[in-house]
């Protein structure tokens, strides 16, 4: 089985840096996606780790270790526009394409 | 490219109604699920299909069927809605590859009565 934990939520200042971890245990690894959701949204794609180590892309930052089963999303200079749920989804190893397994999301708060 | 889409956005339904959920890919994706997301449970797999003609359950499939019969369709069936399948629908797809990102459609949010 597969188990996915993130925190439920957050809140963060506006211009300030947020890091949101992830852990997960599964069986098989084959990457971890963060995603984006707004409220009423579908999620959009927002990172992929595979190996372990750090992947930036802009403002966001993703985060890997496979030996401790470790993620974080790591977000600066924070706009009220980030205030959004952030989802962890992990896809485990198995024939063909594995569907991903999501975490709970962490609904993140940007504060004036 | 539309990308995905679903049809319909809303819809209320009663007890023991039954309906057809459809989504529709033009990115020629071979693989496509049926998530149902509900307040504090996160997104969870219901069923998914790895080509035109194949489905396979997921983490919560019962009380609904599917089928894909054209590669760009997948089709959610509800025979007999309960109120328990209140939920808001997202469908998703992705070409073969490990690597790639499910691109998500815009969900349907159907409520039971």
């Known amino acids: 089985g597969q188990n996915i934990d993130q925190p439920t939520e957050m809140t963060a200042t506006e211009g300030a840096i947020v890091q949101i971890n992830c852990t997960y245990q599964?069986?098989?690894?084959?990457?971890l996606f963060w995603y984006q959701q707004h409220a009423g949204e579908a999620p959009t794609f927002l990172s992929y780790?595979?190996?372990?180590g750090l992947e930036e892309k802009g403002r966001f930052s993703s985060f890997l270790s496979r030996s401790k089963g470790y993620s974080y999303l790591l977000l600066k200079e924070l706009q009220m526009k980030d205030s959004a749920s952030y989802l962890c989804?992990?896809?485990?190893?198995?024939?063909?394409?594995?569907?991903?397994?999501f975490g709970k999301g962490t609904r993140l708060s940007v504060i004036a | 490219n539309a990308g995905v889409t679903q049809t319909p956005k809303f819809r209320v339904l009663k007890t023991g109604q039954s309906m057809t959920l459809l989504c529709a890919q033009d990115?020629?994706?071979?693989?496509m699920y049926w998530y149902r997301q509900d307040p504090g449970m996160g997104l969870r797999l219901i069923h998914y299909?790895?080509?035109?003609?194949?489905?396979a359950k997921g983490e919560v499939p019962d009380g609904y069927n599917v089928s894909r019969l054209k590669k760009q369709n997948f089709l959610l069936g509800l025979e007999s809605a309960a109120p328990s399948q209140t939920s808001v629908y997202f469908c998703?797809?992705?070409?073969?590859?490990?690597?790639?990102?499910?691109?998500f459609g815009p969900g349907t949010r159907l409520t039971v009565l």
């Open positions: 599964t069986s098989g690894f084959n990457g």
């Open positions: 780790n595979v190996l372990d």
């Open positions: 299909s790895v080509g035109e003609g194949t489905t």
């Open positions: 998703a797809s992705n070409p073969p590859g490990g690597a790639h990102e499910q691109f």
């Open positions: 990115m020629n994706h071979e693989y």
């Open positions: 989804a992990v896809r485990g190893l198995g024939s063909g394409n594995t569907p991903l397994v």
